[in-house]
């Protein structure tokens, strides 16, 4: 097939089995794909096509019974946040600080892939410090969206959603503590899973904020599913890793009479137009699946959200940017300033606030919880930002009015807060822009089965990236 590249994860390993197809084959199509099209995304600054090509060849011989039997992820091409360690390659944070470092360990996620048999032909890009929704730096130049070049993949995952919906990786992996997988997946047109804090391990000392996940990017539900199961399950250097594993089925029955709530803007968030005509489009294929939609309130005001927000990033997360910021202010990128400088407002006497918040937001949308098995919104206030632009000096459109910073298009961000409760982001059609949009689906706390089931019944109905007419013209 010409689209080779675009072969989903499952089928790639149902063919292999059968000796339909080769990894090398598959690993050099990639390659090529890459090739093709880094020079207008660039998705994938560090690439070991090479080692790649010797790991295909090696996975060839295991399905030819000439080695030992193949694994889980045998002889797939899988494309690693940058920002993730792996021992010997770079670690640069996206950063011009970093530019020469290199990883003295491999993080559990990535042990976990490479055991399983993945291929870590590439790492994706990030922006620096991962602290933004978008995917440009310094370090790496600007990230864009394959669908429209003109505005950006999104981020912090935004490599690896990029070659996702390029064609130069078969699978990938993200973080988010922001959103920093739903935004990407939601710009770029793919599924990504923000599983629920504790199912995959994370690294100290971000293993005990609870607002931080590691999680899948895939072109489709069972891809995501497929690299969940492998990275999911309790390990013995993070304590707040959760026991038993959990794994997706492979089978996703269908929804016929749940009771799924919808909220168009999550207490008031300012939402594009093609966002939620694509929304409520999406409803529609979920009642005709079988579920019963309704529209409902949470109670919600937004902006105790996003103050919530400014208090965790400000205490937690920034002082982190921040330390390097004084240090190193003429190196680094406008919004990384930015986000550290941000953080001198927030006091400790705030951190008991800001708990105090999500609280009370959480508590209102268990209570919709209680009476619906999933809540379905928007994922993003817009369908995609503009590539390279900070948004410092400025902010976002959102129906052609300027709003009041770049946090108030976050409709991610409430179920960081509320992190225990599993999202997944499915494409939800396109913006008059030719990028996409995405629909979350939110589950119960730790009801992941849950939210896979209603990804994988909307994708029976609403398939994606499955044909040339439903891909990006790159």
């Not at 790649?52 to 002889?75: I, M, N, V």
């Not at 130069?168 to 503590?177: M, N």
């Given at each position: 097939?010409?689209?080779?590249?675009?072969?989903?994860?499952?089928?790639?390993?149902?063919?292999?089995?059968?000796?339909?197809?080769?990894?090398?084959?598959?690993?050099?199509?990639?390659?090529?794909?890459?090739?093709?099209?880094?020079?207008?995304?660039?998705?994938?600054?560090?690439?070991?096509?090479?080692?790649?090509?010797?790991?295909?060849?090696?996975?060839?011989?295991?399905?030819?019974?000439?080695?030992?039997?193949?694994?889980?992820?045998?002889?797939?091409?899988?494309?690693?946040?940058?920002?993730?360690?792996?021992?010997?390659?770079?670690?640069?944070?996206?950063?011009?600080?970093?530019?020469?470092?290199?990883?003295?360990?491999?993080?559990?996620?990535?042990?976990?892939?490479?055991?399983?048999?993945?291929?870590?032909?590439?790492?994706?890009?990030?922006?620096?410090?991962?602290?933004?929704?978008?995917?440009?730096?310094?370090?790496?130049?600007?990230t864009r969206n394959p669908w429209n070049p003109g505005y950006s993949a999104g981020g912090s995952s935004g490599g690896s959603a990029a070659a996702?919906?390029?064609?130069?990786?078969?699978?990938?992996?993200?973080?988010?503590?922001?959103?920093?997988?739903?935004?990407?997946?939601?710009?770029?047109?793919?599924?990504?899973?923000?599983?629920?804090?504790?199912?995959?391990?994370?690294?100290?000392?971000?293993?005990?904020?609870?607002?931080?996940?590691?999680?899948?990017?895939?072109?489709?539900?069972?891809?995501?599913?497929?690299?969940?199961?492998?990275?999911?399950?309790?390990?013995?250097?993070?304590?707040?890793?959760?026991?038993?594993?959990?794994?997706?089925?492979?089978?996703?029955?269908?929804?016929?009479?749940?009771?799924?709530?919808?909220?168009?803007?999550?207490?008031?968030?300012?939402?594009?137009?093609?966002?939620?005509?694509?929304?409520?489009?999406?409803?529609?294929?979920?009642?005709?699946?079988?579920?019963?939609?309704?529209?409902?309130?949470?109670?919600?005001?937004?902006?105790?959200?996003?103050?919530?927000?400014?208090?965790?990033?400000?205490?937690?997360?920034?002082?982190?940017?921040?330390?390097?910021?004084?240090?190193?202010?003429?190196?680094?990128?406008?919004?990384?300033?930015?986000?550290?400088?941000?953080?001198?407002?927030?006091?400790?006497?705030?951190?008991?606030?800001?708990?105090?918040?999500?609280?009370?937001?959480?508590?209102?949308?268990?209570?919709?919880?209680?009476?619906?098995?999933?809540?379905?919104?928007?994922?993003?206030?817009?369908?995609?930002?503009?590539?390279?632009?900070?948004?410092?000096e400025r902010n976002p459109l959102v129906n052609g009015v300027e709003v009041a910073s770049l946090y108030d298009t976050l409709m991610t961000v409430?179920?960081?807060?509320?992190?225990?409760?599993?999202?997944?982001?499915?494409?939800?059609?396109?913006?008059?822009?030719?990028?996409?949009?995405?629909?979350?689906?939110?589950?119960?706390?730790?009801?992941?089965?849950?939210?896979?089931?209603?990804?994988?019944?909307?994708?029976?109905?609403?398939?994606?990236?499955?044909?040339?007419?439903?891909?990006?013209?790159?």
């Open positions: 097939m010409d689209d080779l590249h675009y072969l989903p994860a499952v089928e790639a390993l149902a063919r292999f089995r059968e000796r339909t197809l080769s990894p090398v084959e598959l690993a050099r199509a990639v390659i090529a794909r890459a090739e093709a099209t880094e020079p207008t995304v660039n998705a994938l600054p560090v690439r070991f096509f090479d080692e790649l090509l010797a790991g295909a060849r090696a996975a060839e011989r295991r399905y030819a019974g000439s080695g030992a039997r193949p694994r889980a992820l045998e002889g797939l091409p899988i494309a690693v946040k940058e920002e993730t360690a792996v021992a010997g390659q770079p670690w640069t944070q996206g950063s011009l600080l970093y530019r020469d470092a290199v990883a003295d360990h491999t993080a559990v996620v990535v042990e976990r892939i490479l055991r399983a048999g993945g291929l870590v032909h590439a790492r994706s890009a990030a922006p620096e410090f991962s602290c933004a929704p978008f995917t440009h730096s310094r370090l790496w130049g600007v996702l919906a390029a064609g130069s990786a078969t699978l990938a992996t993200g973080s988010d503590i922001g959103g920093s997988i739903r935004i990407p997946a939601s710009f770029c047109g793919i599924v990504g899973f923000k599983p629920p804090y504790g199912r995959v391990p994370e690294e100290p000392p971000f293993n005990l904020d609870h607002w931080c996940h590691e999680g899948p990017l895939a072109r489709t539900v069972a891809d995501c599913a497929l690299l969940q199961n492998v990275i999911a399950g309790p390990h013995a250097s993070d304590v707040a890793s959760l026991r038993p594993k959990l794994r997706i089925p492979a089978e996703l029955r269908g929804i016929e009479g749940w009771r799924v709530a919808y909220s168009p803007d999550l207490g008031g968030f300012p939402v594009d137009e093609d966002v939620a005509r694509n929304a409520l489009e999406a409803v529609a294929v979920l009642r005709d699946a079988g579920a019963h939609v309704e529209e409902v309130e949470l109670g919600w005001d937004y902006r105790e959200i996003l103050e919530a927000a400014r208090i965790h990033f400000g205490s937690i997360f920034a002082p982190v940017v921040a330390e390097a910021v004084r240090e190193h202010r003429d190196e680094m990128t406008a919004y990384a300033i930015a986000f550290a400088d941000a953080s001198r407002a927030v006091a400790k006497e705030d951190i008991v606030r800001g708990l105090e918040l999500e609280g009370r937001v959480y508590e209102r949308l268990g209570r919709v919880l209680e009476r619906h098995r999933l809540l379905v919104c928007p994922t993003y206030s817009v369908p995609a930002l503009v590539a390279g632009e900070d948004y410092v409430p179920f960081n807060l509320c992190s225990r409760c599993p999202v997944i982001t499915v494409p939800s059609g396109l913006a008059r822009t030719g990028v996409p949009t995405g629909l979350s689906i939110v589950g119960r706390t730790y009801d992941d089965v849950s939210v896979f089931r209603a990804a994988a019944a909307f994708e029976r109905a609403r398939p994606w990236l499955d044909a040339p007419e439903r891909r990006p013209r790159l």
